[in-house]
């Protein structure tokens, strides 16, 4: 049920690839090895991944050559691109950023620093920052003007339960676990708990009053957003 985000990592050391992949393994992601062009683009075709982390010195294609082409594909342009790379001047991040990368991290990176790069453009691609109209059942969201209504009756939520409601709704019928949500409403979730989240969804709960329990809790992994009432059961 629990979707982890993928991240294509191309990399052609493989200590600095296992490194990478342990890391952000233990951190929730679902990475995936690539060590050349070749093997990248085989791995892109078949799967596409939610952030490609990019070496730019790699044998064959340059990760840079890369970076423009799958930013011109109508099929891989929007997914996020992080340059990695031993060169720190100024020239080539300006390279990087000019191919299409969305960032760029020098080597030697901290698992921190990295982690926070990830999260950040994932964050900048998310659909939930766009401001439009989201519709479940009979819960509409107005992100643009800020005003949820349940049977045309508007409710009151704080700023984090709006947030929250937000991407529930627009990832509705999909269950999220703590620590998803925490990236995805809260952000670099470093000093939040994850019991933070069960308090604003009771919030949440509680500002939807009749529709509140849409807000479902799935035991074992988290919650998800669902217009079959019925069947939901709060806990
Ligand atoms: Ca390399």
């Known amino acids: 049920m629990r979707r982890l985000p993928g991240v294509l990592v191309v990399e052609d050391e493989p200590a600095i690839a296992e490194l990478i992949s342990v890391n952000l393994r233990h951190n929730g992601f679902r990475p995936v090895w690539a060590m050349d062009s070749a093997t990248a683009q085989v791995e892109l075709d078949a799967v596409l991944p939610d952030v490609i982390l990019l ?54 990176f901290s698992t921190k620093e990295l982690l926070a790069r990830i999260r950040a453009v994932l964050r900048r691609r998310a659909p939930e920052q766009d401001d439009g109209q989201v519709k479940v059942g009979d819960l509409c969201l107005d992100a643009a003007t800020y005003r949820v209504t349940f049977h045309e009756q508007a409710l009151k939520l704080g700023p984090t339960e ?45 500002a939807l009053g009749e529709a509140g329990a849409m807000v479902e809790t799935v035991r074992g992994a988290g919650y998800r957003l669902t217009a079959q009432m019925l069947l939901a059961k709060p806990v």
């Open 55 to 108: 070496d730019w010195m790699l044998p064959g294609e340059s990760g840079l050559t890369l970076a423009k082409r799958w930013r011109a594909h109508p099929r891989t342009k929007a997914v996020p691109i992080i340059m990695l790379t031993a060169r720190g001047d100024e020239v080539d991040r300006v390279a990087g950023l000019d191919a299409g990368a969305d960032d760029y991290i020098a080597k030697p």
């Open 162 to 206: 709006f947030k929250l409601l937000h991407y529930l709704m627009t990832y509705a019928e999909r269950v999220h676990s703590r620590s998803q949500l925490l990236d995805k409403v809260w952000g670099d979730h470093v000093f939040i708990e994850e019991r933070t989240v069960d308090v604003h969804v009771k919030r949440l709960r509680e």
